[in-house]
């Protein structure tokens, strides 16, 4: 099946710096979602970006569907921004199913 | 965006017994998913979930651990059957949006059940 690595695994900031996450995936796909996991376990959407480049606030992402990559940037990063960033990718062929990378763990130190 | 409820939010059970996690979606869908979170871990697919018909299980779940129900298409429940603390998990329900959306096919996740089995 496909597989989706992201990097880094660990990211520790301090308030105000940027940073950029990488997702990486073996074949080619339907759609790419990044997502926010927030201390409480919730999931949150932060793009829909199956190729091209969408910005919101100070979250913006990138993705090379040619060149199988996905980039998300996070400028002036703040605590409220910690947590585990989770990039999912939704299979082609006849049974979609959305394959979830491990995270990147962030944390924001004020 | 659709707006996805679960129930509970959370609860600890004993080994052996049994736990129906209950999904409601505030709109129609064709298409209900079913993940589980192991502690530390990533999303891991459980279950597709079709109104009408019987649910289609990935790779290492089975029927008889996590049956479905999709009664309609607003509503699914997973139980997760003879628990043990292995399966101390948070299992969270999903739905995509609809083609009628521009064509979009992204996911939304409910809230998700916290899960502790002693």
């Known amino acids: 099946g496909i597989q989706v690595e992201q990097s880094p695994p660990d990211l520790i900031l301090q308030e105000g710096a940027n940073s950029t996450l990488r997702c990486n995936f073996s074949?080619?796909?339907?759609?790419l979602q990044w997502f926010h996991q927030n201390p409480w376990g919730q999931l949150i959407n932060l793009f829909y970006?199956?190729?091209g480049t969408k910005q919101n606030g100070r979250l913006s992402a990138t993705t090379v569907a040619t060149e199988r990559y996905s980039l998300l940037y996070i400028s002036s990063s703040q605590t409220t921004d910690s947590g585990v960033y989770f990039c999912?990718?939704?299979?082609?062929?006849?049974?979609?199913?959305?394959?979830f990378g491990k995270g990147t763990k962030l944390t924001v130190n004020p | 965006s659709a707006v996805i409820s679960q129930k509970p939010s959370r609860d600890i059970c004993q080994r052996g017994t049994s736990l129906t996690i209950q999904c409601q979606v505030d709109?129609?869908?064709?298409?209900m998913f079913w993940y589980r979170q192991q502690p530390g871990q990533s999303l891991t697919l459980i279950a597709t979930?079709?109104?009408?018909?019987?649910?289609?299980?990935e790779s290492g779940f089975v029927i008889d651990k996590f049956p479905i129900s999709r009664p309609n298409l607003t509503f699914s429940t997973l139980t997760v059957s003879n628990m043990s603390p292995e399966d101390s998990s948070i299992y969270l329900c999903?739905?995509?949006?609809?083609?009628?959306?521009?064509?979009?096919?992204?996911?939304?996740f409910g809230p998700g059940t916290r899960l502790t089995v002693l």
């Open positions: 999903s739905v995509q949006g609809s083609r009628a959306s521009g064509g979009a096919r992204e996911q939304f």
């Open positions: 074949d080619s796909v339907n759609n």
């Open positions: 970006i199956p190729s």
């Open positions: 999912a990718v939704l299979t082609q062929g006849g049974s979609e199913k959305l394959v």
């Open positions: 709109s129609q869908v064709t298409m």
């Open positions: 979930a079709n109104q009408g018909s019987e649910a289609t299980y």
